[in-house]
């Protein structure tokens, strides 16, 4: 796998900005390297993609194009209101029993790929978003919204959750794909 697909993965994933040491650290390359080829990713990306590479200093993101805000206001606005879908249900469920859970776990157990699911859980105010200085994407539980919404103070207070939190089936999908 080429660099620049390497580097597109992990902003994917990651939805918030990193710094390109950590970058750098994660693939295992030097940083002259990942400014370079983030410098290519700028060149493909932010001329006519609604996709584009920003960058502050030494921190990098993916984001959308500023120019399609109208477009992407309407739907987001569609998306956060009404009941829950399933796939939302089964992932914030997932959230719950699994806390602090990161964006690539929750798709290893739900086998399918979760970021509108978790965007949308976010604006809702459902779900939290936290950095885990050990992992190099954000973590995700249960909001305080959440929790009074369910009628609980904790996590823990949820039905079977000593149980299926620690299912050795979850445990079994996470080390195999890890």
């Known amino acids: 796998m080429n660099l620049q697909s390497q580097i597109e993965s992990i902003l994917f994933v990651a939805s918030k900005p990193l ?36 960058q502050v ?8 194009n500023s ?14 209101v009404g009941e829950l879908t399933k796939a939302q249900l089964e992932t914030l469920t997932v959230i719950a029993y699994r806390e602090p859970v990161t964006r690539p776990e929750l798709e290893l157990i739900r086998g399918v790929n979760c970021a509108l699911i978790i965007r949308n859980l976010l604006m809702r105010g459902l779900i939290e978003e936290a950095e885990d200085i050990d ?20 996590v823990t207070e949820l039905p079977d959750y000593a149980e299926m939190s620690e299912h050795p089936n979850l445990e079994k999908i996470i080390e195999v794909k890890e």
Request: negative net charge; without cysteine; charged residues 30%.
């Open 57 to 64: 200093g030494d921190s990098v993101q993916m984001a959308t």
């Open 67 to 80: 120019k399609n805000h109208d477009v992407i206001e309407s739907f987001i606005k569609d998306e956060i």
């Open 135 to 154: 992992k190099i994407v954000p973590v995700y539980r249960l909001s305080f919204e959440a929790l009074r919404h369910l009628g609980i103070k904790n």
């Open 19 to 54: 710094k390109l040491s950590a970058i750098a650290k994660a693939i295992g390359k030097n940083i002259i390297e990942i400014e370079e080829a983030v410098e290519i990713l700028q060149g493909k990306y932010n001329e006519e993609s609604g996709i584009n590479i920003l």
